[in-house]
């Protein structure tokens, strides 16, 4: 364990102007406070914050950071307090402390609410003071550094929670160096064998190769040297983890990746960094597409580099990364390399005044939290901020949009403006009219054209990238059906009024509205529409002594047309109508409020079942199709309210036809899937009366099944049953 005057040295190195009496109170202080604690492996748990401290002085952090790294566990598992250590340290570092205290965990295999909810108290304290964050990810690093002496089950959680959060978080920050190696420490847990196998396959490449880099690295600087440019080269191969997810994205075997091979080329000047290009390109052959400058156009972690790959010595793909040591600084560090504080004061004004991108993204990250958006979509929005790889696109005024790979015209609308993304409805890249699916590339000129008529179709949720497209998409559909079920449940709420021989008032329906637990009338109508308040109690609510009249005393208030026109229907009728193409025997289907021998059918896939909302929709000529509520069919009659009728189900419970209805099952992919559930459902006396089937992956195949049924809470039954088989992923209802 690293003795108290150790500590001191390691940061006297960097910084001779260290509070070293401040650093020693700070050791003894935690040291005491854990006492007689031990961590997993068993060593004393004050190794751990010690250690946490050293992987900062690596990075060259100011005395307040190393003291919170020192103090960071205390008021969580010890008896020390806030109070006590603000007395003792400074209010800065007992804010930093306090800080790291209230992100104790983030445990990604909970509910996603809670998630979601410790995301936001992470991503709040970091705001407040960024070093939260460099004492989090070396907090993060000595644990998994650490990670074997803990049991198996925590293992893999703490591996993919790193995996996830931490590793990706560090690399929007810029901390190529721990990013790395967070990623192979997860990678070598959770994927063991893999990790043996690239690392061994590695070894017997070097062993083959022999002194490849060394020689490589030699011809790099001769051939600099002779140009009067002064460098330093550096090579080394690609970790275990980057060659997984190479192969895994580019679907490879690890005899086809030709560029495991990497050299770093610093150099003096911006100048320079071009001149060695030049020197490069001049001696090999350059790979076509493989050339990015970052030099003019940095990443928004603050990272510049000139990239490039050549066909180098030996015939060996060589990748080249060239750029001067404070941009090395910056890739290798990351915000670290903004915030060392050399004015002796630990003031943080000298980070926040220097602001980097990569914190400016972080601060828009946060600003997401003011949107609305429920804890699963936060979280949601933030892990796409985090994993993506970057393409950088350019407004027609040269704005330059970074936006993730795959991106498309919707993500580049939505990160101009959401107003923007919200009427987008075509767009041109490079001067060429293009589809707004098509995929982004670097360098494109992307020009959005607009249509105040436009609102954006839910589909462009599952072709969206980013985390914003994806809400700003789901909040406009979710505005869009609630003005459509308003104004299907004003309609039917002035009908049933209408029926009932009572008076329709908006200014009554308002006063009622505590009755019916709303707080607008958007919201009764929406209410109304969607099925969740009835008819009869809306009325009831307006005229508290008003009652339902008894089924045989009701009029069907609906109309049908003859052929010789239109004719009311009379109190009382409640015919039944023949399903049409049926024979003459054919079963009957019993709805109230459509009367007259007119021909019934229901909506094709899917139809409705006894216990749906359900609305009919006339077709003079043709007949009555009746639709289940939530019907997205429905919005295609949106225009034409003189069509719709108000119907209901008149089905006997002991009735034995049964109702068509479709469900979309995903299970999968082995051998007797598709008989356990038809075995399911046969079990619970459903008909299948069609199946189609699709492999969605290589793991799952998505079945698509018309299923007979006697009413809802039979299909439900099916549907529960269905997903409580080991094979089946989901199971969802379809309704056109």
Partial sequence: ????????????????????????????????????????????????????????????????????????????????????????????IADLVEGLTKIKKLDLVSKQAKQAENLRKLLLAIADDVRVLLVKLADRLHNMRTLKYVPQEKRDRVAQETLDIYAPLAARMGMQDMREELEDLS?????????????????????????????????????????????????????????????????????????LYGFRVIVKSMEDCYRALGVVHMKWPIVPGRFKDYISTPKPNDYRSVHTTVIGPRRQRVELQIRTQDMDDIAEYGIAAHALYKDGSGAQALILSNESRAYAWLRKTIENLSQGLSPEEFLEHTKLELFHDQVFCFTPKGRLIALPRRATPIDFAYAVHTDVGNTAVGCKINGTIAPLVSELKNGDEVEIITSKAQTPPGAWETIAVTGKARAAVRRATRTAVRAQYAG?????????????????????????????????????????????????????????????????????????????????????????????????????????????????????????????????????????????????????????????????????????????????????????????????????????????????????????????????????????????????????????
């Fill in 488 to 736: 299907l449940g004003r309609k039917i709420a002035e009908r049933a009024f209408a029926r009932a021989g009572k008076a329709f008032s908006e200014d009554a329906l308002v006063k009622a509205m505590p009755r019916l637990a709303r707080t607008s009338l958007d919201d009764v109508f929406a209410a109304v529409g969607r099925g969740e308040i009835k008819t009869d109690d809306l009325i009831r609510a307006v005229y508290p002594d008003w009652s339902a009249p008894r089924a045989d005393e009701r009029g069907t208030g609906g109309r049908a047309p003859n052929g010789e026109g239109w004719f009311e229907l009379k109190k009382g009728q409640n015919l039944k109508f023949k399903i049409p193409d049926a024979s003459d025997d054919a079963a009957a289907i019993p709805i109230r409020g459509i009367n007259g021998e007119l021909p019934v059918r229901f909506a094709a896939k899917g139809g409705a079942v006894p216990g749906d909302r359900i609305v009919g929709i006339l077709t003079p000529g043709e007949g009555i199709t009746i639709y289940p509520i939530h019907s997205r069919e429905l919005q295609q009659f949106e225009d034409t309210p003189e069509r719709w009728l108000d119907v209901r189900w008149d089905v006997d419970e002991l009735t034995d036809g049964r109702f068509p209805a479709q469900i979309v099952v995903t299970a999968v992919n082995e051998p007797g899937s598709l008989a356990q559930v038809a075995t399911t459902i046969a079990e619970r006396n459903g008909n299948i009366e069609g199946i189609s089937m699709r492999s969605r992956s290589p793991d799952f195949t998505e079945m698509v099944i018309d299923v007979g049924v006697f009413d809802l809470r039979h299909l439900n039954g099916i549907v529960s049953d269905l997903r409580s088989r080991a094979v089946v992923s989901g199971v969802e209802r379809s309704n056109g």
């Fill in 1 to 92: 364990m690293m003795r108290q005057y150790e500590l001191v040295d390691r940061v006297r190195r960097y910084n001779p102007d260290t509070d070293e009496a401040l650093l020693d109170r700070a050791y003894v202080y935690a040291m005491r406070a854990h006492g007689t604690q031990l961590r997993a492996s068993g060593d004393p748990y004050f190794s751990h914050p010690l250690e946490v401290a050293a992987i900062l002085t690596d990075l060259e952090l100011d005395d307040a950071t190393i003291v919170a790294a020192l103090l960071h566990d205390t008021i969580e598992d010890t008896g020390a307090t806030r109070a006590e250590i603000e007395k003792l340290f400074g209010t800065q």
């Fill in 187 to 259: 990678f070598r847990q959770l994927s063991s064998e893999a990790y043996a196998s690239i690392t061994q396959r590695v070894e017997e490449l070097r062993e083959r190769n022999g002194p490849l880099v060394e020689e490589i690295e030699r011809e790099l600087q001769d051939q600099l040297n002779a140009r009067g440019i002064t460098a330093q080269v550096m090579g080394r191969e690609k970790r275990p983890y980057s060659i997984w997810r190479k192969m895994e994205r580019k679907a490879i075997g690890f005899e086809q990746l030709s560029d």
